[in-house]
């Protein structure tokens, strides 16, 4: 048998043994998938608690839903945050979508001194890209949606960093001298880490020695230099093999 498709749903959808299924994942269920009264739908709250419910009536705007069985999963123990140097046309999408997807915690957007796009709809960018990754934590099958912040610049971000107890924090750089293998080796226990990675033409000398003051390892991947979607995807699908 074949597994119900999955959709995400906020706490406050939930009523007793009611789920009321709203918004644009209506016209898919219904439209786009073709389910009916009595067809099965897997609903998660983004918390950990999956339910397995059976549609009971659908409506233009909404789905009635009955649940028939919940289940609690594990959130995952790592939490990885990109700061993520805004790129030029569409890259922070695909950025957004593949980390999703590679099982990032949070991404913020950051402006930089070689920052070159202008963005002047934040609002809707942001929505965007929190959509982007909500749709991706759907289909790679994510128990949680990772949070896409506000836009920020690069200082305000090193100077909001918590006082408290310090995750592993890392800078990307093309300078670096530290090899993020050794790094990531060095800390087995880390529980929390923090990446940056730098736009189109990376973080200047003075980003990465403020960042470094505040505790950054400067980090290397290698001789090669990437493009700074394909770092994004590099420095996670490292670290998930070394924390898997």
Known sequence: MSRPPRFFISSGQVSGETIIVAGEDVRHIV?????????????????????TVKIVDVGRSDIQTEIVSRSEKELPNLRITIGQGLPKADRMDFIVQKATELGVS?????????TIVKIKDEEK???RWQKIAREAAMQ???IDIPEVGRIRKFSNFLETLDAGPRPLLMLLWEEGTEPIKKILR??????????LIGPEGGYSS??????RDKGFHLVSLGPNIL???TAALAVLSMIIYEFS
């Open 186 to 195: 060095q800390k087995p226990e880390a529980e929390d880490i923090v990446i």
């Open 31 to 51: 439209s786009v998938m073709r389910k009916k009264a009595g067809d099965k739908l897997l609903l998660c709250d983004g918390k950990g608690t999956e339910y």
């Open 227 to 229: 493009r700074t979607e």
């Open 106 to 114: 949070g991404i913020v957007p950051l402006v930089t001194a070689r």
């Open 140 to 142: 790679s099958n994510r």
């Open 206 to 211: 003075a980003e990465a020695m403020a960042a």
């Open 125 to 127: 960018r942001i929505v």
